[in-house]
């Protein structure tokens, strides 16, 4: 408690982290030097008091990520996922199942129906396991909360649960674009043939619906925000995770660089490195 009341400035008030990081067997803790204006960034201090300068760099990232996590990062996500599909995208896929599928009217559309009633199978399976992954996701967030101790496993955990969200998010959202070219043509075969769409109306509706400009233009725009979409579709499951960690890590590395870090950590290897 010395070395933190020395560091302490003038107008100044501190806050030790709630929560241990213990990585490769050393335990470490953090303080945070606050001022009372808001447009000034905190300071740092890090325990064991002798930290290495490397030791230093890492800590600083990683104690700002492991809070950046434990603020229920994936609940947007898991409310996405868990939205009620039931009236719309469900109750489309059971009407191709009981009204287009095997049957002679649509003996054209056999593999095109097949591909939609796919498309919305996979697309159930990617919430699912966002959803499956959530609470998995919430459960350890708050034992690291409760037990106020984060290990470098916890990290790699949360990190990568938030990427594999990402991509199940991506991937359905991919299922979703590639559906495209098969509903507009199914729309159009049920345009074709005036007595099929007003006897299967219901059918005829939703798939109208499903093509709606709009829909489309919210779609297109959420898989821009994911990345370009033309090299994700082609990229592994591992590679997708990879560059959704990335992109919700990387602000941290860009706006918080190594020259904020010489000047906000009161570390003495720091300070000898800024000197």
């Known amino acids: 408690m010395k070395k933190v009341e020395e560091h302490k400035r003038f107008f100044e008030r501190m806050k030790i982290t709630p929560f241990e990081f213990v990585k490769e067997d050393r335990v470490y803790q953090r303080v945070k030097y606050y001022t009372f204006l808001p447009q000034r960034y905190a300071h740092y201090l890090f325990f064991p008091y002798d930290v ?10 990683e104690f700002i990520l492991i809070g950046w996590y434990l603020t229920d990062l994936l609940d947007h996500i898991n409310k996405y996922a868990s939205y009620d599909y039931e009236p719309s995208l469900y109750k489309y896929r059971r009407i191709l199942q009981d009204e287009a599928l095997d049957e002679p009217e649509f003996e054209t559309q056999q593999e095109r129906t097949r591909r939609m009633i796919q498309g919305i199978d996979a697309i ?11 609470e998995a996701y919430n459960e350890r967030r708050k034992q690291i909360i409760r037990e106020e101790q984060c290990t470098g496993e916890d990290l790699r955990y949360l990190q990568r649960t938030f990427g594999e969200a990402g991509a199940y998010l991506f991937l359905q959202a991919k299922e979703q674009k590639e559906m495209v070219d098969d509903l507009k043509t199914f729309q159009r075969f049920m ?14 509706q939703i798939t109208r619906i499903m ?38 890590e990387k602000d941290f590395y860009t706006s918080l660089d190594e020259e904020f870090m010489l000047k906000n950590i009161r570390n003495p290897s720091v300070q000898e490195k800024n000197d």
């Open 52 to 61: 290495s300068y490397e030791e230093a760099k890492d800590l600083f990232y």
């Open 124 to 134: 159930e399976e990617n919430l699912e396991k966002i959803r499956m992954g959530y």
């Open 191 to 204: 345009e074709e043939n005036k007595e099929l769409k007003r006897e299967r109306n219901d059918l005829y």
């Open 211 to 248: 093509t709606d400009p709009n829909d489309l233009y919210k779609l297109d725009k959420s898989l821009k925000s994911y990345g370009d979409y033309s090299t994700m579709r082609e990229q592994s499951f591992e590679e997708i995770v990879e560059h959704f960690i990335y992109i919700n």
